[in-house]
């Protein structure tokens, strides 16, 4: 840049001295003071930073919204600082007060910002150029000729000829003009590229109504997962939820009553060398009472294609196997018949369960690694080769003892806790097996084989507006950056032989425009003109 | 043909690649340490590769700003990053063959898992730079840049590739795709961007220190770094901004929620973050030049944490290894 303030700068401008001035004394003098702290570029600069460092322990750490039981974990096997970092919000750091201030700080910087900059370019949109300061040759781009002298034109004609014609041209061409005349000649003064500035602000307002929208969404939205078996269903109230989530204004009890059922999983998978096992297809077929009394229909949920509801979308996340299980006890007794979920740990299904019998006496406890497809070979151990249930094998490891599940400690029912059990033995089953326990403490069998789809379910009002906020904040920004905010100045005089000259020269706001082709497209107007 | 053989010639392309790729980083190199500077000397053999200046009238050509950042390349320089370029742009074709064939093979877009998903980032890393390169001279990048491509692709081959394809149906999108690939792209500006910051921070110390010789004297001014820097980041960063939308459009479709704080979108956020600052740096007196650079490499950093990062060590949605 030439000059070191630009005149196209707006005194609204982020202020950026560089020493900070120290604050006066008297409480309105330092309120307005600490108010333009908070406005200036630099506490915005500070504050994304602060924002960005903030957002990086809740991807480290687990997080209570989307893992409590790892966190739980965490904190126990960290008795120091568990604690220490979970009453300051490390576990739930997105909710934190300490991040909530810095995007709140932010956003009132913004605003801060925002408003009397939208003020200025509202008075700038309004005025017309100011005329060519006098020392035209000191901008970056700056051409200068004569014209030919014209003998059915005077010098003062050829000058408002030629002035004339270039301010039709840039009007035509959407430029902001101004015109003028003096004692030797006259000018003309024009604008181009205010939508940058009108996209910046935009852009600016656009993320604040962005994180209104993300609110009301948080406020009156809510989500749940479910995992559904084959044959199973759930109605939408919330003790049928494996977890859920509401914001501060819903109410729990008040779901919109839709119920679902699974009629069937579908699964297929490639079974052609080159990538076999890769997913061809997950489809449920769901029957769908929008509410009690009104009339069922059917529907099929895909992954990309969930189901909408009036108040809800249903979308397909997971999918996996529950193999049937009975457990008896010494005396024979049932104590659990159920198709337990196992949850995959890879692309081939290989997954792991767990089965709690706490009826049993005592207490019986399984570990189990099921495979679709099973395979053992010495570097991988068991594991399945294939995601299909082409030849399901199930190790199941059987422990007794206490269960822990009377102590109070909330315990996933995808892990056994088995600090306070022993292991009896270790048995691969086939669908069909009976395994009798060592020592006649009872029996497991493994029925079949069935399938389960994992859904979840949201309402959240604010994706929309969010939605809008987020295409405007682009368009803004995309304005912001592309458009080039610039000036453009001829301007006229005469030579002591009463030639005349054309002065021109262009002034961009920011140092990276390139004004060659303005200045090129005006010469051209200029010379053709005057002839 | 065979969709085994299909992998094959894949497979043949990108080693074919990365041998071209080497030679092309050779010839950079020795463009880059050949003598001969940029600006502070004149001599006979000059100018006739760059655009000229057009002082009044004509456009065309981009203007070179002033008469002493033009190239005085020494004539055996020069003609080594001429090769340089062709062999990049050889090398490119051919990368680009090999990933369309794995696509082919796949039946699918190559990107899949993070072999596949390293070829794409080696192709937007070059293409960024090459299609940079048609409309300015670059060769002085060209090391960099190559050396970062052929990074890209030995970690790919060796530590990244995978024979098993999976693609979950989840990847079935059009949203995934055009995220995706605007990702890829805006990993190769970020990439480019990187080396140019980095170039920056050398030649301004260079300049501070008044001791302009040797091969940092064949690099532009600082400040045309600095503003090269920019141009590309002030690309890169709204198609960063229009490639977390279509994300959050595709999770909000497949997974019921558009953002969830997920490792991966927690570091999408703090990249966004970063080059958000960078563009606010260079508008604040005192953080323009050298502060402005380095928060471009960080940018650059947050990007690698939330590729590699993210998809090898954090148990994350969007590690598609497995599930
Ligand atoms: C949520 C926080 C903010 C974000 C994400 C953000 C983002 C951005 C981005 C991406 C740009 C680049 C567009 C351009 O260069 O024209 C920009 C420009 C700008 N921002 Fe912000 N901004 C934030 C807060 C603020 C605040 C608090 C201020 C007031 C001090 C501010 C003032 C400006 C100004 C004046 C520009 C134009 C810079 C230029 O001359 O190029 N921004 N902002």
Redesign the interface.
């Known amino acids: 840049m030439v000059m070191s303030s630009p005149p196209l700068s707006p005194p609204a401008d982020?202020q950026?001295?560089?020493t900070p001035t120290p604050p006066p004394l008297g409480a309105g003098g330092f309120l307005r003071w600490m108010w333009r702290q908070l406005t200036s570029?630099?506490t915005?600069?500070i504050l994304?930073?602060c924002?960005?460092i903030a957002?990086?322990p809740?991807?480290?750490l687990p997080?209570r919204?989307?893992d409590p039981v790892l966190v739980q974990e965490w904190i126990d096997n960290a008795p120091t600082w568990g604690p220490v970092l979970d009453r300051l919000g490390f576990f739930d750091?997105?909710a934190a007060p300490w991040f909530a201030a810095i995007y709140l700080l932010l956003f009132i910087s913004v605003i801060g910002c925002v408003l009397p900059r939208t003020m200025h370019h509202i008075r700038a949109l309004r005025t017309n150029p100011p005329p060519a300061p006098r020392r035209l040759e000191r901008l970056a781009e700056y051409?200068r000729?004569e014209l030919s002298t014209d003998s059915d034109l005077s010098t003062a004609g050829q000058s408002t000829v030629t002035l004339d014609a270039v301010a039709s041209d840039l009007k035509s061409r959407r430029w902001r003009v101004s015109r003028g005349d003096n004692e030797h000649g006259g000018w003309v003064a024009a604008e181009k590229g205010y939508s940058r500035e009108t996209g910046n602000l935009l852009f600016h307002a656009a993320l604040i109504f962005l994180l209104l929208a993300?609110s009301y969404g948080a406020i009156f939205g809510w989500?749940g997962n479910v995992i559904v078996r084959e044959g199973g269903g759930f109605s939408n109230t919330l003790t049928q939820y494996d977890a859920w989530g509401g914001g501060r204004l819903v109410s729990g009890d008040a779901l919109d009553p839709f119920s679902i059922t699974l009629t069937d999983f579908k699964v297929e998978f490639e079974r052609?060398?080159?990538?076999?096992?890769?997913?061809?297809?997950?489809e449920a077929d769901v029957i769908v009472q929008p509410a009690p009394g009104e009339e069922e229909f059917t529907d099929v949920i895909?992954?990309?294609e969930?189901l909408s509801l009036d108040g809800a979308?249903?979308?397909l996340?997971g999918h996996g196997y529950a193999p049937r299980m009975i457990v008896r006890d010494a005396e024979g007794r049932a104590v659990y018949d159920d198709a337990s979920i196992v949850l995959?740990?890879?692309?081939n299904q290989t997954s792991i369960g767990v089965i709690k019998a706490p009826d049993a006496l005592p207490q019986l406890g399984f570990q189990s690694l099921f495979l679709p497809t099973a395979a053992v070979d010495n570097v991988r151990g068991p594991h399945s080769v294939f995601p299909d249930a082409d030849d399901p094998a199930m190790f199941v490891s059987a422990w007794i003892g206490d269960l822990g599940l009377d102590n109070g400690v909330p315990q996933s029912v995808y892990r056994l806790d088995t600090e306070t059990m022993t292991q009896i033995g270790l048995e691969a089953m086939r669908p069909g097996d009976v395994w009798d326990l060592p020592d006649g403490v009872g029996s497991i069998e493994f029925v079949d084989v069935q399938r389960w789809a994992s859904f979840?379910?949201?309402h959240?009002p604010g994706?929309e507006p969010?939605?809008i906020a987020?295409?405007v904040?682009?368009v803004g920004?995309?304005l912001s950056?592309?458009v080039k905010r610039r000036r453009v100045w001829v301007r006229t005089s005469q030579t002591d032989s009463g030639a005349t000259v054309v002065e021109i020269a262009a002034l961009a706001r920011h140092?990276?425009a390139?004004l060659?082709?303005d200045v090129?497209a005006v010469?051209a107007t200029a010379e053709g003109g005057a002839r | 043909m065979t969709s085994a053989s299909l992998a094959e010639w894949s497979n043949a392309a990108v080693y074919a690649s990365m041998v071209v790729l080497t030679l092309s980083m050779v010839a950079f190199a020795v463009n880059f340490s050949a003598r001969g500077t940029r600006g502070t000397q004149r001599s006979a053999t000059v100018t006739t590769a760059m655009p000229i200046a057009v002082a009044v009238g004509a456009g065309g050509n981009e203007p070179v700003a002033s008469p002493v950042a033009e190239v005085i390349d020494d004539p055996r320089g020069r003609r080594a990053g001429n090769i340089g370029l062709a062999l990049a742009w050889l090398a490119f074709g051919l990368l680009l063959l090999g990933t369309t064939l794995r696509g082919v093979w796949a039946g699918r877009v190559p990107w899949g898992n993070m072999y596949e998903y390293s070829l794409s980032s080696a192709v937007a890393i070059l293409g960024v730079y090459l299609i940079w390169s048609t409309r300015r001279d670059l060769r002085f990048l060209g090391l960099l840049v190559t050396g970062a491509t052929l990074l890209t692709l030995g970690l790919a081959v060796t530590v990244l590739y995978t024979e098993a394809a999976q693609l979950v149906p989840a990847l079935k999108s059009w949203w995934l795709i055009i995220h995706v690939s605007a990702a890829a792209v805006c990993g190769g500006a970020f990439t480019v961007a990187a080396a140019m910051a980095g170039l920056y921070l050398w030649r301004e110390r260079a300049e501070r220190k008044n001791s302009v010789t040797g091969s940092v004297a064949k690099l532009p001014t600082a400040s045309k770094l600095d503003m090269m820097t920019y141009r590309i980041l002030a690309f890169a960063f709204p198609l960063w901004t229009f490639a977390v939308i279509a994300g959050a459009i595709w999770a909000e479709n497949a997974w019921g929620r558009y953002w969830g704080w997920d490792p991966k979108e927690t570091w999408a956020f703090i990249t966004w973050v970063i080059y958000a600052g960078y563009l606010h740096a260079r508008a604040t007196a005192g953080w323009r030049g050298r502060r402005a650079a380095y928060i471009a490499l960080l940018g650059w950093v947050s990007f690698l944490i939330n590729y590699f990062g993210v998809n090898l060590f954090v148990n994350s949605l969007h590690s598609y290894a497995g599930v």
């Open positions: 982020p950026t001295s560089v570029m630099r915005a600069l994304l930073f924002l960005a957002a990086i809740g991807s480290v997080q919204g989307t750091v997105y051409r000729f993300i989500r052609d060398e080159s990538q076999r096992g890769s997913p061809l297809l997950f895909r992954v990309n969930p979308k249903v979308f996340v995959p740990q890879d692309g979840q379910i949201a959240d994706k969010a939605l987020a295409g904040a682009l920004l995309m950056l592309f140092d990276e390139d060659a082709d090129n010469q």
